[in-house]
C-alpha cells in the first residue's frame, strides 16, 4: 500500500499459498527422506545389514508409517498456507478498499480546490511598503507588484 495519497493504491495480487516457513521445509525433507528409507528397504539393499526377518518387519512398517504421517504433514501444512493466503488477500482487499475511498475522497477535494481557483478571479496583493516623505503630500509606494 502507498505511504502516501499522491497516485491510486495498487489492487493486491492473489497468490495461491504463502511462502514456505522452516516448518514446512523440515518436514518436506523428512518425509522424502522416510520414503526414500522405505524404498531401501523394500528393495533389500545389502548396506542396510537387516538380516532377521521380524527386524525387517519392524523397520518397514515403522518406515511406511512415518512416512505416511509425514506426508499428511505435509498436506496439512499446504493446505494451511492456501488458507493463509486466503485470509491475507481478504485483509490486504479491505485495507485497498479503504485506501482507494480515501484517496478518492481527497482527490475529489483536491478537484474541487483546483475549480475553485479557476473561477475566482486573481486578486493582487501588494507585497511593497510605502515610504511616506514628510515634505511631499502623496505616499511612495516602492516594490508594488502590478
Same mark, same amino acid.
Given at each position: 500500500?502507498p505511504?502516501? %495519497? ?5 489492487l ?5 499459498r504463502?511462502?514456505? +516457513? ?6 518436506? =525433507?523428512?518425509?522424502? &527422506? ?9 528393495v533389500?539393499? +545389502? %548396506? =542396510? +545389514?537387516?538380516?532377521?526377518? &521380524? #527386524?525387517?518387519n %519392524? ?10 504421517? @509425514?506426508? =499428511? ?5 499446504? @493446505? ?9 488477500? /481478504?485483509? !490486504?482487499?479491505?485495507e485497498? #478498499? ?5 484517496? =478518492? #475522497? *481527497?482527490?475529489?477535494r !483536491?478537484l474541487?480546490m ?14 511593497? %511598503?510605502?515610504?511616506?516623505? /514628510?515634505?511631499s503630500?502623496?505616499?511612495? *509606494? ?5
Amino acid at each position: 500500500m502507498p505511504k502516501t %495519497f499522491d497516485s491510486a493504491p495498487q489492487l493486491p495480487k492473489m497468490r495461491r499459498r504463502i511462502g514456505r +516457513d522452516t516448518t514446512e521445509v523440515l518436514v518436506t =525433507l523428512m518425509a522424502l &527422506s522416510t520414503t526414500a528409507l522405505v524404498f531401501l528397504v523394500l528393495v533389500r539393499w +545389502d %548396506f =542396510l +545389514d537387516i538380516t532377521s526377518s &521380524s #527386524e525387517y518387519n %519392524f523397520i518397514k512398517y515403522f518406515s511406511i508409517g512415518f512416512s505416511l504421517l @509425514l506426508w =499428511l504433514l505435509v498436506i496439512r501444512l499446504e @493446505l494451511t498456507a492456501k488458507s493463509k493466503a486466503e485470509t491475507l488477500y /481478504k485483509v !490486504q482487499m479491505n485495507e485497498y #478498499e479503504i485506501m482507494r475511498t480515501k484517496w =478518492l #475522497e *481527497i482527490a475529489s477535494r !483536491q478537484l474541487e480546490m483546483d475549480a475553485k481557483r479557476k473561477n475566482q478571479p486573481t486578486e493582487k496583493i501588494s507585497t511593497g %511598503f510605502t515610504i511616506i516623505d /514628510k515634505e511631499s503630500k502623496e505616499p511612495i *509606494i516602492v516594490g508594488q507588484d502590478n
